[in-house]
Structures are given as C-alpha cells and as structure tokens.
C-alpha cells in the first residue's frame, strides 16, 4: 500500500485523491499545496486519500489535518519524528501508513483519540523500543505492522485486538511470545520472524483460523505439538533456527532420584496404601505423575525424564521436530524406530497437513 493513483473509479464515485508521493516536498511546500484545495468551494471535504509518503517532513504540515473525511493517509517515508493525534482531526481515517520514519516511543502521544474506524496501522521501521500500549484502544483494527523496531517484548494485553487478523511483529528483539497471543481467534497471518525467540506457547493452537506463520530467524530448537492442531495452517517458514542442530547434542537424561524411583513403583505397580500411610507432601506428589507418551510403554515419570525428539511429517518432504518427554532412555529408543511406522499411517489420514513449509 506504498503508492496510490487516482483512477476513473475514483472520480466517478466522487472520491478525490491527494497524490504527491515521491516529490521530496518540504513540509512548507507541501503545506502550500494542499492549502490549494481550500480555495474551491468544499472541494477538500471530497478528499479521501492522502499519499504523502516519500517526501521530507520532519513534521507533519497542519494542512493535512483539514481532510477531515481522510479515509487513508501515507506518511511513510517522511523522515517524521514525532506522531500526531491524527485521529482527533481525522475522525473516520481507517488505514494510517506510516512506516520507515524516526517515531520513538518517547514521541507518541500518551493516549490517542479513540476511533472505531481504524483498521490498518501501519508503523513498521520506525524507532519504537516499547510496545506502543496507546493502540490498544483501537478495538476494529484488523492488521497491525510493527515490524523492524526495537521492541523487546510484546504487551500482555494484545487480546484486546480482537479483530486482528494480520499482525507482524518481524525485525525486533523479542526473546518470547506471550501466551495472550492464542486469544486472537480471528488472526490469519502472524510475522515473528528476524527475532531471537526460544520457544512458542502451547495456546498457540488457539488461533484456529491461522494460514501463515513467520518464525524463520530465531532461536526455536522445538515447536510445540500443538502445532499440528492447526488445520487451516498452509505455510510454515522455519529457515535459520537451531531445530535440527543443536537441540539434539544438548538432550540428556540424568539419573532418577530414590524419590522418583520409588514413586514410580507406586504407580507402575498400583501399590495400594492408605491415606495416612505416607505423608501428604509424598501423596501430592505422587500424584503428579505424567503418562510417558510412548503409547508402547505404560511407564511415568515425575521430575525427571528423556527430551525426546520426533519428527512429524508434515506435507511428505519436510520433517518438524516436536520435543516429547519419555519416562527413560530405552523408551526413547524403541519410541524412535516406531515413529516412522506412525508417521506413514498418520500422514495418510490427516488431508490437513501443511502445504507449504520453508526451511532453506
């Protein structure tokens, strides 16, 4: 959405569009033109698209902010410092670009007007190094870029974007993704690449609706089973992260304490014992127990267990580790010959496998 024309469609509907991208303006000068239309009788109420971008205005001409039916307006590209409520004068803008400029998230406004016709916000490459809480309040948005920042994390509260359905958080710093992510149930495409993430949570198989997911450029050794829950999933890239190389060298498996050994007896063999037998720390732990989940063993484990590595084909090239953990080492050699088996039978029954998955 860099560059926009004003076509026949345009006119026909009565919609003017304000084009005056690539000029290199200064804010004066583009100020001087777009006082212009204020010389027709009522003509800048037609305007609806403001295309701005690749110009020089470190600050934004007040002009701009006339258009009050503006539906788009770009500013990317500007070399602007400093972000207006735009919003407050702009009351039914619905997609605002302002991508590649030098806003810093010292240079928001501390609340924004609210609107409920923002659907696109596009603030990419810029200088934020927090995650910009201000937006939360835009409730109808739908695609939020906030990629090729600094950020280091992402706000907790991002469920209430619940109308999401593109968010691209690509080219920043984050080391995790908040479980409040899988709450976004209407999201399709999801960017993380280009970040130093370890590992994703669980709920992630929440977003049912998702198509494609950017994850290439971390640091993932695994991906969580869950995954494969995600039956609309099409494209997975995973390009550049330690999956297949370094997580394998680092599994080990230490020996169980007495503690585990003998809790393990209890449950393997159902030894019977009343409630006042063993202390009650020793019941709650007990009952802990995890089922091992080699599905050819009836084995537990408790505190410690194998990190096991199977390799789910996902479209019959490419194979995705996925980390389980095996009550002991022997169940982790008989579980690895076995999944091959499994997986030939698993890949003929599940048509949803993903389609497209980008590993080199």
Same mark, same amino acid.
């Given at each position: 959405?860099?560059?926009?024309?004003?076509?026949?469609?345009?006119?026909?509907?009565?919609?003017?569009?304000?084009?005056?991208?690539?000029?290199?303006?200064?804010?004066?000068?583009?100020?001087?033109? /777009?006082?212009?239309?204020?010389?027709?009788?009522?003509?800048?109420?037609?305007?609806?698209?403001?295309?701005?971008?690749?110009?020089?205005?470190?600050?934004?001409?007040?002009?701009? #902010?006339?258009?009050?039916?503006?539906?788009?307006?770009?500013?990317?590209?500007?070399?602007?410092?400093? /972000?207006?409520?735009?919003?407050?004068?702009?009351?039914?803008?619905?997609?605002?670009?302002?991508?590649?400029?030098?806003?810093?998230?010292? $240079?928001?406004?501390?609340? #924004?007007?609210?609107?409920?016709?923002?659907?696109?916000?596009?603030?990419?490459?810029?200088?934020?190094?927090?995650?910009?809480?201000?937006?939360?309040?835009?409730?109808?948005?739908?695609?939020?870029?906030?990629?090729?920042?600094?950020?280091?994390?992402?706000?907790?509260?991002?469920?209430?974007?619940?109308?999401?359905?593109?968010? $691209?958080?690509?080219?920043?710093?984050?080391?995790?993704?908040?479980?409040?992510?899988?709450?976004?149930? &209407?999201?399709? +495409?999801?960017?993380?690449?280009?970040?130093?993430?370890?590992?994703?949570?669980?709920?992630?198989?929440?977003?049912?609706?998702?198509?494609?997911?950017?994850? &290439?450029?971390?640091?993932?050794?695994?991906?969580?089973?869950?995954?494969?829950?995600?039956?609309?999933?099409?494209? /997975?890239?995973?390009?550049?992260?330690?999956?297949?190389?370094?997580?394998?060298?680092?599994?080990?498996?230490?020996?169980?304490?007495?503690?585990?050994?003998?809790?393990?007896?209890?449950?393997?063999?159902?030894?019977?014992?009343e409630p006042d037998d063993i202390p009650h720390t020793l019941r709650?732990?007990?009952?802990? +127990?995890?089922?091992?989940?080699?599905?050819?063993?009836?084995?537990?484990? #408790?505190?410690?267990?194998?990190?096991?590595?199977?390799?789910?084909?996902?479209?019959?090239?490419?194979?995705?580790? /996925?980390?389980?953990?095996?009550?002991?080492?022997?169940?982790?050699?008989?579980?690895?010959?076995?999944?091959?088996?499994?997986?030939?039978?698993?890949?003929?029954?599940?048509?949803?496998?993903?389609?497209?998955?980008?590993?080199?």
């Open positions: 959405m860099d560059n926009y024309t004003s076509d026949s469609s345009d006119s026909e509907q009565g919609i003017k569009v304000i084009d005056y991208a690539y000029l290199l303006l200064n804010a004066e000068e583009t100020d001087k033109k /777009l006082q212009e239309y204020f010389d027709e009788k009522k003509s800048f109420l037609l305007v609806e698209k403001q295309i701005l971008h690749h110009n020089q205005l470190p600050t934004l001409p007040e002009a701009i #902010f006339k258009f009050s039916n503006t539906r788009i307006l770009d500013i990317s590209n500007t070399g602007i410092t400093t /972000l207006p409520d735009v919003f407050k004068y702009l009351p039914n803008i619905t997609s605002l670009i302002a991508k590649n400029n030098l806003i810093t998230s010292k $240079s928001l406004p501390k609340t #924004f007007s609210k609107t409920t016709t923002l659907k696109e916000l596009n603030l990419s490459g810029n200088m934020l190094c927090h995650f910009p809480e201000q937006i939360l309040e835009f409730a109808a948005l739908r695609f939020l870029y906030l990629g090729g920042n600094g950020m280091l994390e992402i706000s907790k509260n991002i469920w209430r974007l619940q109308n999401l359905q593109m968010l $691209s958080f690509g080219g920043n710093k984050l080391t995790e993704v908040p479980s409040a992510l899988g709450w976004l149930e &209407h999201l399709q +495409a999801l960017v993380l690449c280009d970040n130093e993430i370890e590992s994703l949570p669980a709920n992630i198989a929440n977003l049912r609706k998702l198509k494609s997911l950017f994850l &290439h450029k971390n640091k993932l050794r695994t991906l969580p089973p869950e995954l494969v829950a995600l039956r609309n999933l099409n494209e /997975l890239s995973l390009r550049d992260n330690p999956l297949v190389v370094r997580f394998v060298s680092e599994m080990s498996y230490n020996p169980a304490s007495l503690l585990e050994l003998s809790a393990r007896s209890v449950k393997l063999y159902n030894i019977f014992y709650n732990y007990i009952n802990t +127990a995890h089922h091992c989940v080699n599905p050819h063993c009836k084995g537990v484990y #408790f505190d410690n267990r194998v990190e096991h590595i199977k390799f789910v084909d996902f479209c019959g090239k490419y194979r995705i580790p /996925l980390l389980q953990y095996l009550c002991s080492t022997k169940c982790a050699s008989t579980a690895s010959t076995r999944d091959c088996k499994e997986d030939v039978n698993e890949r003929s029954s599940q048509s949803y496998m993903m389609k497209k998955v980008l590993l080199g």
